[in-house]
């Protein structure tokens, strides 16, 4: 135990609680100033944040993981997620007992394993909590390891878009766009059915244009839902499909790379659009990831084949995106005063281009469909495109169009 250092003032006027008395101790980091704290775990006098943090690693960091680990508790998975989790690690397992005959001997000539061992297993599976400290020494490190090599992400199940899943032509709607049914398919084995992960459409019927505006629609309203599918694509993409985990990140998302949403922009040409989606899909703020030219052309192909899905689809789509921004809105803090608001506009926006969407006719949709296609052939002649191995992923507007700049 550190002896205190005290020093007696006659400053009887101004006790408080964090003082009571006029004999006050000095900081045990830095001696110079009065310490009116103290640690939680060690009793700790200290007078500062910074000298908080320096007084003891080993203390602040134990500190710290129990506060996170009390709030994992409060975390309830459900059975599906529990199951998911599960089956990575088996996998994780599975792979690593083949790399077995791969491990790098050490000095005594033993092999070392970072193997999960049955036993942690078998707590998983009947329902106990697993902690890193529950990990030896090895399996510490080779989870380190997995986790900066990004080796986890691979046992992740890659997310098959629900538009190019075949049940996505068979949407059906009401007259207003009120949900029907749910699409259900069959399994493979024949022996059972399952619900299809398409989004749900409204759940009332959709307002006709006539009542939710006295004026005219613009005519670029279909150039501006172009640059709302490709958000919502990127963002889905991003999230592996599971844009339920963090709401308000995926919803910040869709503004990032969304003018028309995030912007309040009004861009007159498929040209702009394109352009601007197709910058923010290779900036850096996405680079780590897997953003670039290659996956923004991709999104582009997405954004053609949801055209060609006629309005049942894209009703679909809009009202899943207006659940996320609708998510994001119970997430947002006070203190988000302006992202609220502009999640409040672009949660009306969503709803406005939804009922237009609904009152289309198949020729609108097959029109638009030609228009994305031939600027993306234009984009792509443009930049005298030798593939994707010959190009550098950085994108520039420029007046004649997106530029890509070759690599030397």
């Not at 003032?9 to 101004?14: C, H, P």
């Not at 009004?266 to 899909?281: A, D, I, N, R």
């Not at 502009?342 to 009922?355: E, I, P, Q, T």
Request: charged letters at 25%; hydrophobic letters at 35%.
């Amino acid at each position: 135990m550190i002896p205190e250092k005290t020093i007696v003032t006659s400053e009887t006027s101004k006790s408080s609680p964090l003082n009571p008395s006029s004999t006050r101790i000095i900081c045990h980091v830095c001696n110079k100033q009065f310490a009116q704290y103290t640690c939680p775990r060690c009793n700790f006098r200290y007078c500062s944040l910074p000298c908080y943090k320096s007084h003891s690693v080993q203390c602040t960091e134990s500190f710290m993981r129990e506060n996170v680990v009390d709030e994992l508790r409060q975390v309830r998975s459900d059975d599906q997620t529990k199951t998911k989790m599960l089956e990575i690690l088996k996998r994780f397992h599975e792979e690593e007992e083949e790399e077995d005959d791969d491990d790098i001997m050490t000095d005594d000539g033993e092999g070392s394993s970072s193997t999960i061992p049955e036993e942690t297993i078998q707590k998983i599976l009947a329902g106990d909590e697993i902690s890193f400290d529950d990990l030896s020494l090895e399996e510490r490190k080779g989870f380190q390891r997995a986790l900066a090599s990004g080796e986890l992400s691979k046992m992740i199940e890659p997310w098959d878009p629900w538009w190019l899943s075949s049940s996505a032509q068979r949407i059906s709607l009401g007259a207003q766009g009120k949900q029907l049914v749910q699409c259900v398919e069959e399994e493979d084995d024949k022996e059972g059915t399952f619900v299809s992960d398409i989004p749900r459409g409204p759940d009332a019927p959709l307002m006709s244009l006539s009542k939710l505006s006295s004026t005219k629609p613009s005519p670029l309203l279909a150039i501006h839902l172009v640059d709302v599918l490709y958000s919502y694509c990127f963002t889905l993409r991003i999230y592996n499909g599971e844009w339920q985990s963090d709401s308000l990140g995926a919803a910040t998302m869709v503004l990032s790379v969304s003018s028309v949403l995030g912007q309040n922009a009004q861009p007159g040409t498929m040209k702009e659009v394109l352009s601007f989606c197709l910058e923010q899909t290779c900036s850096s703020a996405y680079k780590s990831l897997g953003g670039g030219l290659k996956f923004g052309l991709n999104l582009v192909d997405d954004v053609i084949h949801l055209l060609s899905l006629g309005n049942a689809a894209l009703v679909c789509l809009l009202c899943d995106l207006q659940r996320l921004i609708l998510g994001a809105l119970q997430e947002v803090k006070s203190s988000g005063r302006d992202l609220k608001k502009k999640l409040k506009l672009a949660d009306r926006k969503v709803y406005f281009m939804m009922c237009w969407v609904n009152e289309q006719t198949p020729e609108v949709w097959q029109a638009l469909e030609s228009s994305v296609r031939a600027e993306k052939n234009s984009i792509v002649e443009l930049n005298d495109y030798k593939g994707f191995q010959d190009v550098k992923e950085k994108v520039h507007t420029r007046k004649g169009g997106v530029v890509i700049e070759e690599i030397e």
